[in-house]
């Protein structure tokens, strides 16, 4: 049996795919048996992170790539960049602290939610995202049976990060209160959870259709949370002028 196929059986193909390379630098370099099995380690533990890695964005379910280095701070100075970066550490999941990017449409937030989640993927931390509607229809859909619906709020109760988009944007159906409510109060300082809405919270127990629920809801979130609020112009309608002057031209 080859070296390649005991360390296939062994599930280190980060090291059969490196092994040809590496033995070749070893000898050229005169590395050590120590430094030369230490570089083939490395490796391994490269590939396998990079698999984790990707395994945990699948997981999470994002609409699109968004990073803090493609954000555009320049564009609406007001937001604190500095207070973004420290969030983007992942400090606020472990005392399991609550985010809310509120702001009108196009300012950033759905950008920021999903920086801030990919960089809690990258310290490790297991994310979800939804949009409000999605979340609510998801948990709609398992209403009739008691033992999904445990499930359900089991499997969502346990991520590390749940990221709620889009608060606002979409007609809710009347059970959107309670599920929401439901999830919140489970979450409540044992998970970390960002919020982002287009709708100032006064207005949040018009828009799930019932003001004490809605009052328990803020109470429960808003108890640990960072409240950001956006302002200034929307970057897809600064987009869509610049293409018509140039189309202009």
């Not at 380690?41 to 490269?46: A, G, K, R, S, Y």
Request: charged share 25%; hydrophobic share 40%.
């Amino acid at each position: 049996m080859s070296i390649e196929t005991k360390l296939k059986s062994l599930r280190l193909s980060g090291i059969v795919n490196a092994l040809p390379i590496r033995n070749q630098e070893a000898v050229q370099s005169k590395l050590s048996y120590m430094e030369f099995l230490e570089v083939l380690v490395e490796d391994e533990l490269i590939r396998r992170q990079g698999r984790l890695m990707e395994r945990r964005k699948q997981m999470a379910r994002f609409p699109m790539h968004k990073t803090l280095d493609s954000f555009d701070f320049s564009f609406n100075p007001k937001i604190n960049q500095r207070q973004i970066a420290d969030l983007a550490t992942g400090r606020f999941i472990p005392p399991a602290e609550n985010i809310v990017l509120l702001g009108p449409p196009g300012v950033g937030k759905s950008h920021l939610a999903i920086a801030l989640g990919l960089s809690a993927i990258r310290c490790g931390y297991s994310t979800r995202y939804y949009t409000a509607y999605d979340l609510v229809d998801e948990m709609g859909a398992v209403s009739q049976s008691p033992a999904e619906r445990r499930q359900r709020l089991g499997e969502i109760g346990r991520l590390s990060l749940l990221i709620i988009d889009d608060l606002g944007m979409k007609k809710l159906p009347a059970s959107a209160g309670e599920d929401l409510l439901e999830i919140v109060m489970q979450r409540h300082e044992k998970a970390a959870t960002i919020i982002t809405s287009n709708r100032p919270m006064e207005d949040w127990g018009k828009m799930l259709g019932d003001n004490a629920t809605a009052g328990v809801l803020l109470d429960r979130f808003l108890h640990h949370a960072h409240i950001i609020q956006i302002t200034g112009r929307s970057y897809r309608m600064a987009s869509r002028s610049v293409a018509k002057t140039e189309e202009s031209k």
